[in-house]
């Protein structure tokens, strides 16, 4: 009966995220803010166990503060145009401070869901609490459907309310803050989850360009496909591995497909040609330089060398003389593996194939 109720739960945590991702009206990012965090909360929970449980209490109660945030920030923009439609936020040029403190409160409630600095605190505990199913899932759904939220916000708000600061600021501050977490874990599940944030970032450089480069859009959907398929890929080695970089010690040698799908997806995290990380954040860059956010993206390929210290961390003991640990895959891991696989390798060798229809 409880497996059923996970299904369930799974059902209306991703309609969530798909509401937030079409949403063109604020009350569909108040629905599915609440739609996916309810769901998700009792995901995390599920085991019953005292870790799962601290995990997400954590997560509710920032889940509760950011939203009260955000839909206190958004009766401002209800008061200043009499409408909940996003298609009205740009009749508020002449009233930027209202724009922007909603905006803010906004960021503040999307910025939780998709583990953006500094309202990432709940991401770790949670997803190293939970089951990895649940941790994979969080670091991917709920996130992009946020991102997406986020997206279809900046579409229609004036230029001139100064947005785009607020936007890059966060996005260096996660990229930079997020690796160097990283680099501190020996938790492969925290430094997953912490990777997942600093990629949080690399979203942002697409969303800075919104409205004023044609690239904007198509780079966050070519990313964001790129990014799922590489985060899952990961999550299902260390499932089928262990938590831990002991865990890893000798994956490699004793099982090289495996070892070398996790180095592929860890490459492609990083931004390595010519894989689907490397499209997307490539797109990403070309589009936050038109739009002459060139620090940004110079702070941002600045932390992609970070990165690849951070995923060398994994690397090396999956090579390493010594134990020998054999993964547990069953058929599911390995359709996971296979799939995620093939996207990586496909969208950074056909680039051009899937970027032509979003251009």
Same mark, same amino acid.
């Given at each position: 009966m409880r497996e059923g109720t996970v299904y369930s739960l799974l059902c209306f945590a991703t309609i969530g995220a798909l509401v937030l991702a079409g949403a063109g009206d604020t009350m569909f990012l108040v629905l599915g803010t609440l739609l996916t965090g309810l769901a998700t909360f009792a995901l995390v929970a599920y085991p019953d166990t005292d870790p799962a449980t601290e995990a997400a209490m954590k997560f509710f109660v920032f889940a509760s503060v950011t939203g009260a945030i955000m839909i206190f920030g958004l009766s401002y923009w209800f008061g200043a145009t009499g409408s909940t439609l996003l298609a009205d936020l740009p009749g508020m040029d002449t009233m930027p401070m209202s724009v922007l403190l909603g905006f803010v409160a906004v960021v503040v409630g999307l910025g939780y869901k998709a583990s953006l600095v500094p309202f990432h605190f709940w991401a770790p505990d949670a997803y190293e609490g939970g089951p990895l199913s649940i941790a994979a899932y969080l670091s991917v759904v709920p996130k992009v459907g946020a991102l997406f939220a986020l997206t279809q916000v900046v579409r229609d708000l004036p230029l001139g309310s100064g947005w785009a600061v607020v936007i890059a600021v966060l996005a260096v501050l996660t990229m930079t803050y997020g690796y160097l977490a990283a680099l501190a874990q020996t938790n492969v599940i925290r430094l997953l989850a912490y990777s997942s944030i600093a990629q949080s970032g690399y979203f942002l450089l697409g969303i800075l360009a919104v409205g004023a480069s044609e690239l904007a859009l198509p780079s966050i959907i070519l990313f964001a496909a790129a990014y799922a398929a590489m985060n899952l890929g990961a999550f299902a080695v260390a499932a089928s591995t262990g938590r831990?970089?002991?865990?890893?010690?000798?994956?490699?040698?004793?099982?090289?497909? $495996?070892?070398?799908?996790?180095?592929?997806?860890?490459?492609?995290? %990083?931004?390595?040609?010519?894989?689907?990380?490397? *499209?997307?954040?490539?797109? @990403?860059?070309?589009? *936050? $330089?038109?739009?002459?956010?060139?620090? %940004?993206? %110079?702070?941002?390929?600045?932390?992609?060398?970070?990165?690849?210290?951070?995923?060398?961390?994994?690397? *090396?003991?999956?090579?390493?003389?010594?134990?020998? %640990?054999?993964?547990?895959?069953?058929?599911?891991?390995?359709?996971?593996?296979? $799939?995620?696989?093939?996207?990586? @390798?496909?969208?950074g060798v056909f680039a051009q194939v899937f970027v032509g229809p979003l251009a």
């Amino acid at each position: 009966m409880r497996e059923g109720t996970v299904y369930s739960l799974l059902c209306f945590a991703t309609i969530g995220a798909l509401v937030l991702a079409g949403a063109g009206d604020t009350m569909f990012l108040v629905l599915g803010t609440l739609l996916t965090g309810l769901a998700t909360f009792a995901l995390v929970a599920y085991p019953d166990t005292d870790p799962a449980t601290e995990a997400a209490m954590k997560f509710f109660v920032f889940a509760s503060v950011t939203g009260a945030i955000m839909i206190f920030g958004l009766s401002y923009w209800f008061g200043a145009t009499g409408s909940t439609l996003l298609a009205d936020l740009p009749g508020m040029d002449t009233m930027p401070m209202s724009v922007l403190l909603g905006f803010v409160a906004v960021v503040v409630g999307l910025g939780y869901k998709a583990s953006l600095v500094p309202f990432h605190f709940w991401a770790p505990d949670a997803y190293e609490g939970g089951p990895l199913s649940i941790a994979a899932y969080l670091s991917v759904v709920p996130k992009v459907g946020a991102l997406f939220a986020l997206t279809q916000v900046v579409r229609d708000l004036p230029l001139g309310s100064g947005w785009a600061v607020v936007i890059a600021v966060l996005a260096v501050l996660t990229m930079t803050y997020g690796y160097l977490a990283a680099l501190a874990q020996t938790n492969v599940i925290r430094l997953l989850a912490y990777s997942s944030i600093a990629q949080s970032g690399y979203f942002l450089l697409g969303i800075l360009a919104v409205g004023a480069s044609e690239l904007a859009l198509p780079s966050i959907i070519l990313f964001a496909a790129a990014y799922a398929a590489m985060n899952l890929g990961a999550f299902a080695v260390a499932a089928s591995t262990g938590r831990t970089l002991n865990d890893f010690d000798g994956l490699g040698r004793a099982q090289p497909l $495996i070892g070398l799908a996790m180095v592929i997806f860890l490459l492609s995290l %990083v931004g390595i040609p010519p894989l689907a990380g490397f *499209v997307g954040k490539f797109l @990403l860059f070309a589009a *936050v $330089i038109d739009v002459q956010y060139t620090w %940004v993206a %110079v702070v941002a390929i600045i932390n992609s060398v970070l990165s690849l210290a951070v995923y060398l961390r994994l690397v *090396v003991p999956m090579y390493r003389q010594g134990n020998v %640990v054999v993964a547990r895959t069953d058929i599911w891991l390995k359709a996971v593996l296979i $799939i995620a696989l093939t996207v990586t @390798l496909l969208l950074g060798v056909f680039a051009q194939v899937f970027v032509g229809p979003l251009a």
